[in-house]
């Protein structure tokens, strides 16, 4: 069961990031906008700062991303949506 893609727009772009708004479909036919944030080519500049809305913040390569779900160490729905929308669109990849 995957979830299908309509289309996408973006909705602010810039040098650094890019936000997206995409039409999916879940696989029970749901449909909805779902947010996405982009850094395409994003390169490491150094540790994470954010600190309120995490218990933990780390740059992981997408390779690790799957088993570290499998495993349950990310688990919030917000980072869940983005990762998961990555690794489902190979044309991302």
């Known amino acids: ?8 727009r973006p909705v602010y772009e ?6 997206w708004l995409t039409d ?6 749901n449909r909805w906008e779902h947010h996405v ?3 395409d080519g994003a390169t ?3 540790p994470p700062t954010e600190k309120n809305e995490s218990d933990r913040i780390a740059w ?3 390779a690790n991303v799957r088993a570290m779900i499998d495993r349950r ?3 919030s729905s917000g980072s869940l949506v983005g ?4 690794l489902m669109d190979e044309a991302i990849r």
């Open 73 to 75: 160490e990310i688990v």
């Open 83 to 86: 990762l998961l929308y990555v």
């Open 37 to 39: 944030f982009r850094a």
């Open 1 to 8: 069961m995957q979830w299908k893609i309509h289309g996408e």
């Open 60 to 62: 992981i390569p997408l």
């Open 44 to 46: 490491y500049e150094g």
């Open 24 to 29: 999916v479909e879940t696989p029970d036919g």
């Open 14 to 19: 810039n040098n650094w990031v890019n936000l």
